[in-house]
Structure formats: structure tokens, C-alpha cells
């Protein structure tokens, strides 16, 4: 075990109630009954998420244990939050939940739907009240964007699924029927139209949609790296699965020709095709590289310095593509062995004359352990991560579209790193072990309506397709159709 598990190890032991006592301490990060943390870097960065999400030099400033002002530096009065809520700063997710619904009120509900209200149980009504020096708000919408954008809830989660994750249906959005709704992204957009009811002179910052196209290159060849029993058993499942009797002689050839080039005929090498469907519709896509092998039946086949897979990191560069990080298996418990990954990947691109101005990643089968994995990144220097959508169901696991700011709520300190949020994975939608859709209507429905809320928002869409599931007419045709709707 590494020191910096141990710590987290410790921290979790030291606190096994959290979620029940009146007060806790964690880190340099207090939690009082009240719900206001008395940590100033809380403050500071829903400061920094205010400025890139309205344009506007807000600031917060506490008074006493329930009520939290926002004040604009350049105008007088304020907006006053005074119903505070303890437990959107404690770990676990065992919140009361209702809906608000803002039409009522005289506001614009982004989705033309009843606003989610996790850690309410019920709200006044009006919501929006003025009061002496500007207006009131009765729902604690801060803390609510502290609690989904930090995942506080996932902080010593107790139920994972098989591969040590934690899963969408134990989480506050899935057992309340909220995590196809951007929740964050819908509250701060009616905290928007309030700042502008206080500052009718403000003009706040517009956002544009766009698309990320991604791809987690976890097997780039089916048979240009398999060794003898692997290439049999991959031939041998072809014919009999596939009904592709050509496997026979199209494996053997492929795994020889596998030199110094994938070769055009494997029927995992859909690389150049997803390039070209990108820059089709003026998209960058990014391709993650496993670097490492911490579990040799989960992780790659390939090693990142094969010339076949140095060429094709040429290509994409080359291309205006990006190359990021796929962190081994069991690296998201291991910051070291993150950060090692990660100087590997770095020192093959830098041999390639491959620069970027940025580098992030994913993790291998979106595991995930909060704050640890954080950690890992800012350990391996990374820029951004892009993991945090579930598994098992497409969705918005940190309520919003738009990256972010990480932030470790248990140390209690902003991090320099940024979270783009996964909102699809194909296999989420289309594989029979999640959702189960397939590739027809029905799974087309279900990534455009994912889609079409962060248009909505003016968001970001990042979708996850691996380069292994292209491999018939009807999953291209269904990509395809995801990224041009």
C-alpha cells in the first residue's frame, strides 16, 4: 500500500459515521450541523465555478451558520441564500429529494420540466422572495453544486459493483429518476435568471454547445498483438460467433503484417474511419492508450512503444487528433503507478515529436474511487480527467455538461486539474449487461435525448465509443447518426 492510500485509508477508518454525526471533521474540511463549511477554499471555488459558468465578479460571504449572501463586486444589494443544508457537506447520499417547479414562479425551466431538488424535502413556496437589499433564496443551490460536482456522495461509498465502482442505481440521481437531467446546469441557469432580477445591467457570459467525440483504445487490433492461444481462440470465435470463416486466413496474415503499421484488413482498426467522421462534421477526437499492465486478463494486449502503435499515435497527431491516457486496471487505487503510465505515454509521444498542449485521460472501465483517483491525476500531472459517467446507465453523474474545477472533499482544497464529465458510453446504452438497447431506434433516441439536453444548456456532449465496437454496419451507422443528429 502507498502512502497516499494509507492516508485516505486512515481518513476513512477515522470517520466510519460520517453521515450521522452532527459534526465532522475531515482533513483541513469542517462540517458543522449548520451545512456552511468553515473552509474558505470551499468558498473560493464555487467562486471560480460562478465566474466560468455567469462571466460576473461574484463573491460569497457567510453570516452565521445558515445564511450564505452572493453580492456582485461592481453593484449594490445582494441574493441571500438562507436554508442551508448539513448533509450536501457530509459523505453519503441519504438525502430527502423533491421538485420545484419554476414556471410557477415566473422562471424559465431550462427543460420545460419540474426542477430536481436533492436535499430538500419539500420547498416554499414563492422560492424567490425580495427582501430588504435584494432577493432570497429558500433552496440551498450552492451547496447542492458543491455536493454533485465534488461527488461527495461517492466519499467511502459502501455498495460497488464488481469492478470496485460505484453504481448509478445506489446513487441519490438513480434512486430518485434524476440522472438524465443536468440538475446543476438546470439550478444555475435559474440562479441566472435571479442575478439578472437583483443586476438587471449584468450580462452574463453565453455558453455554445459543442460535441467530444472520444475513444478508449483498450484493443486497437484483433489480431496484430494476440500470441498463439489468444490468436486461435480469437480466429476460432470469429468463424463459429461471427460466421466470418475468412478469420482463418485473414488472422494469421494480419498478425504477421503487424509490424510496423495496424493493418487495413483487422476489424478492430476503425481508427482512420473515425478520423474521417470526425473532421466530417469539423470534430477533434481524443484516443486514451493503456500504458500499463496492473491486471493482465483486464488491461491490453499491446505495449505503447510497438512501432504499430507509434505510427498510429503519428497518424492522429498529425491528423489533429488528440492522445491522452486509458490508466491501467487497478491504477485507480494506485497514484503512483497512474503517474508512471502516464511519464511512459508521455516519453513514446515525446520520441514521436507528438506536443500537445494538454494531456488528460480516462480510466480503464470507468473505475473510480473518490478523492484517491483525483489524487492520482494531480500526482501524474494531468490536466483533465473525463471518467465520471457510470457504467451501467448513460446520465449525468455530476449533474452538469460543462467541465469543471476538481475539488478533494476530503482534504478540502480545489485541485489543478479539470473534470469533463462522460455523459454516454456506447456500451451503456447498446450492451445487453447495461441498458440493453442495441443499435436501432430506440438507442438512437436515447443518445439524441442526452444530446439534445446540453445543447440545451450550451454544454459539452461527451460521448465514448470504443474503436473495437465499430465493427458492423449497423454500430457505425448508429455513431454516425449520434454525432450528425
Same mark, same amino acid.
Given at each position: ?42 468558498l ?11 462571466? +460576473?465578479?461574484? %463573491? ?8 450564505? @449572501? ?16 448539513p448533509?450536501?457537506? +457530509?459523505?453519503?447520499g ?33 422560492? /424567490? ?9 429558500? #433552496?440551498?443551490i450552492?451547496?447542492?453544486? @458543491?455536493? *454533485?460536482?465534488?461527488?461527495q ?8 459493483? =464488481? ?10 440521481a438513480g ?12 439550478w444555475?441557469?435559474?440562479?441566472? !435568471?435571479?442575478?439578472?432580477?437583483q ?5 452574463l =457570459? ?16 484483433r #489480431?496484430?498483438?494476440a500470441?498463439?492461444? %489468444?490468436? &486461435? ?48 462534421? $469539423?470534430l ?23 512501432p ?5 499515435m503519428?497518424r ?9 491516457l486509458?490508466?491501467?486496471y ?5 497514484? %503512483? ?15 514521436? $515529436?507528438?506536443?500537445? &498542449? !494538454?494531456?488528460?485521460?480516462?480510466m ?5 474511487? *473518490?478523492? +484517491?483517483?483525483? !489524487?492520482? #491525476? /494531480? !500526482?501524474a ?8 459517467? @457510470?457504467?451501467e ?5 455530476? $449533474?452538469?455538461?460543462f467541465d469543471y ?27 445487453p ?23 440545451? *444548456?450550451?454544454?459539452v ?25
Open positions: 500500500m502507498n502512502d497516499m492510500t494509507a492516508l485516505y485509508d486512515r481518513n476513512s477508518q477515522a470517520r466510519p459515521n460520517a453521515s450521522l454525526n452532527p459534526s465532522c471533521v475531515t482533513g483541513n474540511l469542517t462540517v458543522v450541523a449548520s451545512g456552511v463549511t468553515s473552509s474558505e477554499p470551499v473560493a471555488w464555487l467562486e471560480q465555478i460562478l465566474l466560468e459558468r455567469f462571466g +460576473l465578479p461574484l %463573491k460569497l460571504e457567510r453570516d452565521g451558520p445558515e445564511r450564505l @449572501y452572493l453580492r456582485h463586486a461592481e453593484a449594490p444589494g445582494h441574493i441571500l441564500f438562507d436554508r442551508l443544508q448533509g450536501f457537506y +457530509l459523505a453519503g441519504d438525502l430527502p429529494h423533491c421538485q420545484w417547479s419554476a414556471t410557477a414562479e415566473g422562471f424559465r425551466a431550462p427543460l420545460d420540466l419540474p426542477l430536481p431538488a436533492p436535499g430538500a424535502a419539500s420547498l416554499p413556496q414563492p422560492l /424567490v422572495e425580495p427582501r430588504a437589499g435584494g432577493l432570497t433564496i429558500h #433552496y440551498d450552492l451547496g447542492m453544486t @458543491y455536493w *454533485m460536482l465534488s461527488r456522495e461517492e466519499v467511502d461509498a459502501q455498495v460497488l459493483d =464488481r469492478h470496485g465502482r460505484f453504481p448509478a442505481s445506489v446513487s441519490h434512486r430518485h429518476g434524476y440522472l438524465d437531467r443536468p440538475v446543476v446546469d438546470e444555475l441557469a435559474v440562479l441566472g !435568471q435571479v442575478i439578472l432580477r443586476w438587471p445591467e449584468a450580462q =457570459r453565453r455558453h455554445v454547445f459543442a460535441q467530444r467525440p472520444t475513444h478508449d483504445v483498450d484493443r486497437p487490433s #489480431y496484430g498483438f500470441r498463439d492461444i %489468444k490468436l &486461435a481462440r480469437a480466429m476460432l470465435g470469429d468463424v463459429l460467433l461471427h460466421r466470418r470463416p475468412q478469420a482463418l486466413v485473414v488472422g494469421p496474415w494480419v498478425r504477421l503484417s503487424t509490424r510496423r503499421r495496424l493493418h487495413s484488413l483487422d476489424p478492430l482498426n476503425t481508427f482512420d474511419w473515425l478520423m474521417d467522421v470526425s473532421e466530417r462534421h $469539423g477533434t477526437s481524443a484516443f486514451y492508450f493503456i500504458c500499463g499492465r496492473t491486471d493482465p486478463r483486464k488491461d491490453a494486449d499491446y505495449e505503447p512503444e510497438h504499430a502503435m507509434r505510427d498510429l503519428r492522429m497527431h498529425a491528423r489533429g487528433h488528440e492522445i491522452g486509458h490508466p491501467s487497478h491504477t485507480f487505487r494506485n497514484p %503512483k503507478e497512474l503517474a508512471n503510465e502516464a511519464v511512459r505515454l508521455r516519453r513514446v509521444c515525446a520520441e514521436e $515529436g507528438i506536443e500537445q &498542449a !494538454q494531456w488528460g485521460g480516462r480503464h472501465y470507468l473505475r473510480w474511487q *473518490m478523492p +484517491l483517483t483525483l !489524487q492520482g #491525476y /494531480v !500526482q500531472g494531468l490536466d483533465y480527467d473525463t471518467t465520471l459517467g @457510470y457504467a446507465s448513460p446520465g449525468f453523474r455530476c $449533474g452538469t455538461c474545477p476538481a475539488f478533494d472533499p476530503v482534504k478540502g482544497e480545489p485541485l489543478a486539474l479539470r473534470i469533463r464529465p462522460l455523459i454516454a458510453m456506447e456500451a451503456s446504452v447498446i450492451s449487461l447495461y441498458l440493453g438497447l442495441g443499435t436501432g431506434e430506440e438507442a438512437f433516441r436515447c443518445f439524441s435525448k442526452l444530446k439534445a439536453r446540453c445543447r440545451v *444548456m450550451g454544454g456532449f461527451t460521448l465514448l465509443w470504443h474503436n473495437s465496437e465499430l465493427t458492423t454496419s449497423d454500430q457505425r451507422e448508429l455513431y454516425e447518426r449520434v454525432l450528425a443528429d
